[in-house]
């Protein structure tokens, strides 16, 4: 057999090993000549050779080029990440040609993946697509986008506020019962506005004069700013450890964010319990809390958005229609209870 070594041991026991992977043959299941053992080989075979290349004019080949040229490769690796789960996702039709695309099929390519993995997926599966699309159009592969003028999922009006923002009650309650390893996190986070990802992988390096240099993972935009005084104090009096980042496990390890959401998960929810939160509450509630708060005291968009590590505008300004909401209804409601206060205390009794 081609590419598989066959040998006896020092105990003269027969052995055979697919010579590219190590993958050993089970010769008591599969004797030596035998079609099983003929089979296996062809298994191992083909699972260890490469994929054939996609065909052309398909969505697997424009694809494969996208994911080679310097559009996919140049993107953060965070955001590469993100964009890699949708198209393997859209793996079982790389087959389907180009020629078959238009908006009706990418409504129901959307449909389906939220419908198995919930909105937010199916809308990101739409705008990745949408992406290559636009890419395949530039460079003749299409004639159009067919994904341009298909719109993202609707939230459902019933459905609860995403990473809503905490109220200040929430945030103490938060703050004490948070244990001195994890407090670091939750304070970067907080004070900060840096997002969960960013809190947890800031190195030691990027903190120094009081100042926090670095940048954000997801935009790479630079993030520059002093050091918050709660921050300080909560780093300060964090266990010691040799991790190469700012926050660390009770073990001196670096975080991950599945570990630091494993470790918040209880917290939160025995302060659910106790009622000194409300349902909904997030750890990217608390990067949306700092710009709605920022938003309510007057700083324009611009600045929350640099504060934030954002490129656009597009997020600052929908925090602060939030704020200029809020502002506005407590006028009005302030407005009214003193109208009905001064002028409208009479009794009126239906006869009248």
């Known amino acids: 057999m081609k590419g598989f ?33 003929f089979a296996e080989c062809g298994r191992i075979s083909a699972l260890s050779a490469a994929p054939a290349p996609a065909k052309p004019g398909t969505l697997g080949r424009l694809v494969e080029e996208y994911r080679a040229a ?34 009706p099929l990418v409504v129901r390519i959307r449909d389906k993946a ?19 699309f636009a890419w395949g159009a530039e460079r003749g592969y299409l004639d159009r986008n067919p994904a341009d003028s298909v719109k993202n999922i609707r939230r459902p009006r019933d459905a609860p506020e995403a990473n809503r923002p905490w109220s200040d009650g929430e945030r103490h309650a938060v703050w004490d019962a948070m244990p001195a390893h994890m407090l670091p996190a939750v304070a970067l986070m907080m004070y900060c506005g840096l997002d969960p990802q960013d809190a947890l992988s800031l190195p030691r390096s990027a903190i120094r ?66 009622g000194a939160v409300r349902p909904g509450l997030t750890l990217k509630g608390l990067r949306h809390t700092v710009a709605t708060i920022l938003a309510e005291i007057g700083f324009d968009n611009r600045s929350i958005a640099d504060l934030l590590g954002q490129k656009t505008e597009a997020m600052a300004a929908h925090y602060s229609r939030r704020a200029d909401r809020t502002r506005k209804n407590t006028a009005t409601i302030e407005s009214f209870a003193a109208e009905v206060n001064r002028r409208r205390t009479k009794v009126v009794k239906p006869s009248e």
């Not at 041991?9 to 030596?32: F, I, N, Q, S, W």
């Not at 939220?114 to 290559?132: E, T």
């Not at 520059?224 to 104090?233: E, I, R």
């Not at 010691?240 to 630091?260: D, K, L, M, N």
Request: net charge positive; glycine share 6%.
């Open 5 to 37: 070594k066959i040998f006896k041991d020092r105990h003269g026991k027969a052995r055979c090993y697919h010579r590219a992977t190590g993958t050993a043959v089970d010769l008591a299941k599969a004797p030596l000549g035998s079609p099983e053992f």
């Open 70 to 103: 310097p559009s996919y490769t140049d993107l953060r690796p965070r955001t590469r990440s993100d964009y890699a789960k949708c198209l393997d996702y859209l793996k079982p039709i790389a087959d389907t040609p180009l020629i078959r695309f238009d908006s």
């Open 114 to 132: 939220a419908s198995k993995h919930g909105r937010r997926f199916g809308n990101y599966v739409k705008a990745v697509l949408s992406i290559v």
């Open 209 to 274: 004069d009081g100042l926090i240099d670095s940048r954000r993972g997801k935009t790479s935009e630079p993030l520059w700013l002093p050091l918050p005084q709660p921050v300080s104090d909560a780093i300060m009096a964090s266990p010691p450890h040799s991790a190469v980042t700012v926050c660390a496990t009770s073990r001196g390890h670096v975080w991950t964010v599945s570990g630091f959401r494993a470790s918040w998960r209880p917290i939160r929810q025995r302060l659910e319990k106790a």
